[in-house]
């Protein structure tokens, strides 16, 4: 099974500024990567798969990068609905799919 | 539009069976484009995968190996639901569960693993 891991756990950022958050996976997963983002009380919502391909209706201020076992998300000037916490899962080995931990994004 | 829509007791004893029907609306669950998956998270955790169902036809299942000597998912196609059952439940089962659609099977039968729908989730407490 592919562990995944992020980091930060807790990243602290001002609006309008950058974020970046990391995401590492033990073993390559090429580029099946997809990122999500959860705020409270809600489900999580597919922002980006392939590792960079935006899902429907997510603003172009998000972005993802990467292959083989290491990925970024960066969301480029952070709006207040961006604070929430952030989940990237693999699927190259699958079953299972495997997420990871996440990263809280809150506000400096 | 899809939407996915949870249901189900929100209170299990331990030892029972959780059952859980994740109804869809605006696509078919039988149609062979997407799997339909389950994946939990427990308070102030992350999320875990359950495990899916595809149908095309004859329904193709798989379980987390964590978790496959007690859980099945099923497909009723007269209702457009796939349902989740949990047997032998404990405490360590307390969690929101989501029902999600994903992965999707491409025109080109690539599949790709991403959940791009979720249900808005239940909350579902094991206790006595």
């Known amino acids: 099974e592919i562990v995944m891991t992020q980091s930060p756990a807790t990243l602290s950022v001002s609006p309008g500024e950058r974020a970046t958050l990391s995401c590492r996976a033990s073993?390559?997963?090429?580029?099946?990567l997809a990122w999500y983002q959860q705020k409270p009380g809600q489900a999580p919502r597919l922002l980006i798969y392939?590792?960079?391909t935006r899902a429907t209706g997510i603003p172009a201020r998000f972005s993802g990068s990467g292959s083989g076992t290491e990925f970024t998300l960066t969301i480029s000037s952070l709006q207040s609905e961006d604070f929430a916490v952030y989940y990237c899962?693999?699927?190259?080995?699958?079953?299972?799919?495997?997420f990871g931990q996440g990263t809280k994004l809150e506000i400096k | 539009q899809v939407q996915l829509q949870e249901s189900g007791p929100g209170l299990v004893k331990p030892s029972e069976t959780l059952s859980l029907p994740c109804t869809v609306s605006?696509?078919?669950?039988?149609?062979?484009?997407?799997?339909w998956s389950w994946i939990r998270q427990p308070p102030g955790k992350g999320l875990e995968y359950i495990g899916y169902?595809?149908?095309?036809?004859?329904?193709?299942?798989n379980y987390s190996p964590s978790l496959k000597t007690r859980v099945t998912i099923s497909v009723d196609t007269s209702k457009n639901q796939f349902s989740l059952k949990l047997s032998s439940v404990t405490a360590a089962d307390t969690a929101v569960y989501y029902c999600?659609?994903?992965?999707?099977?491409?025109?080109?039968?690539?599949?790709?693993?991403?959940?791009?729908?979720w249900g808005q989730g239940t909350m579902v407490t094991v206790s006595s």
């Open positions: 899962q693999q699927y190259n080995n699958w079953p299972p799919f495997t």
């Open positions: 999600a659609r994903g992965p999707r099977v491409t025109f080109g039968g690539v599949i790709v693993g991403a959940f791009d729908i």
């Open positions: 392939g590792a960079s």
């Open positions: 605006g696509a078919s669950v039988s149609s062979g484009s997407y799997y």
């Open positions: 169902i595809y149908y095309s036809g004859i329904g193709s299942t």
């Open positions: 073993q390559s997963v090429n580029s099946n």
